[in-house]
């Protein structure tokens, strides 16, 4: 679309990591300027994080730091800190991802930065939130998924923890304060005031289990690990096939009925064992043999082929080579290329949803540290001599 929804809007961006700089990075794939203020030097701690295409631009930091300008000031300087106020006064939305009480020590609060702009949208992520016993703690998602109880849930019975590799709650974190940004940008059009938006890491976690706490609740007892499959749920887990794991879904008794159809399993059907969803999960380890016996004749693509024409959810377990390379993955559009100046050719994720159908823009590159600091400085209207005053007293490089 020729003007992007956010076209106009101004963001700060302080955050680091990955809650803060995905949020960041959706609201410039939706038109934002988005100025990522770094620390001098190294940048986001991000950049540090191996592997890397060049110095600076690790995997974790480019997937997540498209369509920003990085300015590199150091916050700890007065200097440096009236930089930010100057460009407080003219942005919408301010985002920090610091420890309670260190946004207060470096003026980038919300009373601070609200005084200068009152019309400013302003965001804070935490790890617990910023108030009860744990608000000074700081957290990350890996910590998380053990406090908020997320861990006692992965893998086997019997078998170490695991974590879950696609740090879920950081992401959906950067999803939540991009949702309270909307609704607090959509809020000031009514009121012509902005306000605060908190997210944090444990309150995400708990409501990423909202359906494991009401099972909790309604059973009065910790649920069993399942690995793969779903406590109310079966068969719905991944069995092996003649060559490799494929997951089976049967998620009802209409399900059951054509699966047992493509399976040659019809005898049972009505078996009082396996007649509906709850007798299956009452006897699953025979609903499990049972299915198991049959799908190891057959290959992935046979089962995934019949039970697809069938109507029976079904999936390869793929490699993240394997979903690359599926005409669906290219079809889609959300896997794009794009260059970048110290990086070369490089691929990205792009917004998983479309507005108006219109195909997905790769937009700016991830920025190096400090690249857009002296644009950034003069679209203020800083001078040469107070751009040089600033590098001598060490509040920029």
């Known amino acids: 679309m020729s003007t992007l929804p956010l076209s106009g809007i101004r ?13 960041t990075q959706y609201l410039g794939d939706l038109g934002a300027d988005v100025i990522k203020i770094e620390p001098l030097g190294v940048g986001d701690d991000t950049r540090g994080w191996p592997p890397f295409r060049a110095p600076g631009l690790s995997a974790v930091f480019l997937s997540v730091n498209r369509n920003k300008r990085s300015v590199a000031i150091n916050l700890k300087t007065e200097e440096g800190r009236a930089v930010v106020r100057d460009l407080a006064a003219g942005a919408d939305v301010a985002i920090e991802s610091f ?14 930065l609200r005084e200068i702009n009152p019309r400013l949208v302003h ?13 000074d703690l700081l957290g990350y998602d890996v910590i998380l998924q053990a406090f908020s109880g997320m861990m006692s849930l992965t893998g086997e019975e019997g078998t170490d923890y695991i974590r879950s590799p696609i740090s879920p709650i950081d992401q959906v974190t950067g999803m939540h304060a991009l949702t309270g940004i909307m609704a607090a940008l959509f809020e000031r059009q009514r009121t012509g005031e902005g306000t605060t938006v908190q997210v944090n890491l444990f309150e995400t976690s708990l ?8 099972s909790f609740w309604e059973q009065g007892a910790q649920p069993a690990r399942c690995g793969s499959t779903h406590e109310g749920l079966c068969p719905y887990r991944v069995f092996d096939a003649a060559d490799g794991p494929v997951l089976v879904g049967v998620a009802n008794d209409h399900l059951w009925r054509k699966f047992t159809a493509v399976a040659g399993l019809d005898e ?27 799908i190891e004749r057959q290959t992935v693509e046979w089962w995934s082929d019949q039970l697809a024409i069938a109507g029976v ?7 993240l080579r394997d979903v690359l390379d599926h005409p669906h993955t290219e079809a889609s559009g959300i896997i794009f290329d794009y260059e970048h100046p110290a990086g070369g050719a490089m691929k990205g994720v792009g917004l998983p949803f479309l507005l108006g159908g219109e195909r ?23 001078t040469d001599e107070r751009v040089a005053g600033l590098r001598a007293t060490g509040a920029i490089a």
Do not use: M, W
Not at 313 to 319: D, E
């Open 207 to 214: 409501g990423l289990l909202r359906y494991n706490l009401q």
């Open 360 to 382: 997905r823009d790769s937009g700016s590159p991830p920025p190096l540290p400090g690249e857009h600091t002296r644009t950034v400085l003069d679209e203020l209207g800083y």
């Open 123 to 135: 965001c804070s992520i935490s790890g617990y939130g910023r108030s009860g016993p744990l608000k």
């Open 313 to 319: 959810p079904c999936a390869p377990v793929n490699t």
């Open 268 to 294: 049972f059907v009505d078996d009082p064992r396996f007649r509906t969803n709850a007798d299956r999960v009452r006897n699953r380890t025979e609903t499990d043999a049972l299915v198991q016996a049959v």
């Open 99 to 112: 420890g309670t009480g260190v946004a207060e020590r470096l003026g980038i609060d919300a009373p601070s």
């Open 11 to 23: 963001v700060l961006d302080f955050t680091k990591t990955l809650a803060g700089p995905l949020c």
